[in-house]
């Protein structure tokens, strides 16, 4: 799964791999340590006419559906291998339109230590370069039933996929991530289906990742600094 990530670049460094970024009007999004269910994340979406454009959207999916948008806390994850079956993503995932990238440079999990009673120790997954890269999303709008000149909220889901020879160790699962520009782009391609789009939910190659400690600090979310990277040995 992944119920926490990191984006720490600042706008600049982040555009030299995203360039939508330098079209953002504010910084919110940029330098997040401990990205969060619930928050807004940066996001590149196709717009109609072939664009792309980065914004900010909800994590946690809330379907057209819903009767209450608390329901998108239960969905920050979606499951590459029954989005066809689920009735939250299935349209999403057959156009392009309802694909996204989700920006980021790596995220957490927790190891389960041997003594039961010992709290679990998190570790920051990154590129082995820490270049950014994107998780491969859906996203949707949301507004309240019975409410149509309520403000539409802009929602989105991280999928996931089985886990490499590296995650595996540390969990059974993990984002599907889109490390190079032709993987992204066919992701946001709105001539392409879900058929055309499936090959790209696979855990990435191994080699790639590096598994570094965090600190527990990260256990929290309204910790959002450097310092969520720093093990915790190294605090004086």
């Known amino acids: 799964m992944c119920g926490r990530f990191t984006n720490t670049l600042r ?8 360039p939508e970024a330098a079209a953002l009007p504010t910084d919110e999004g940029f330098e997040r340590y401990n990205v969060a269910p619930t928050q807004d994340v940066l ?3 196709s717009t109609r006419d072939g664009e ?3 914004g900010l959207l909800r994590w946690g999916l809330v379907p057209f559906w819903a009767r209450d948008v608390r329901i998108g806390a239960k969905m920050i994850n979606a499951r590459a291998e029954s989005l066809g079956e689920k009735a939250a993503f299935r349209d999403l995932v057959e156009h392009g339109r309802s694909r996204c990238l989700i920006v980021a440079d790596g995220y957490y ?5 041997e003594d039961p009673k010992a709290p679990r120790v998190p570790v920051h997954l990154a590129l082995a370069d820490r270049r950014p890269f994107a998780f491969a999303g859906l996203w949707t709008w949301w507004r309240p039933k019975g409410a149509p000149d309520a403000e539409r909220l802009a929602t989105c889901t991280i999928i996931t996929t089985t886990a490499n020879a590296q995650v595996a160790p540390v969990h059974d699962r993990m984002p599907v991530m889109l490390v190079d520009d032709a993987s992204r782009a066919a992701w946001l391609d709105r001539s392409l289906d879900f058929a055309a789009v499936r090959d790209l939910l696979a855990p990435l190659p191994d080699g790639l990742l590096t598994v570094a400690p965090a ?3 990260v256990n929290h979310h309204v ?3 450097p310092e969520c990277l720093a093990p915790a040995e190294a605090r004086a």
């Open 11 to 18: 706008r600049e460094d982040l555009a030299r791999v995203f």
């Open 43 to 45: 996001a590149v979406v």
């Open 52 to 54: 792309r454009r980065m």
């Open 109 to 113: 999990e927790w190891l389960r230590p």
């Open 215 to 217: 600190n527990p600090c």
């Open 223 to 225: 910790n959002d600094g």
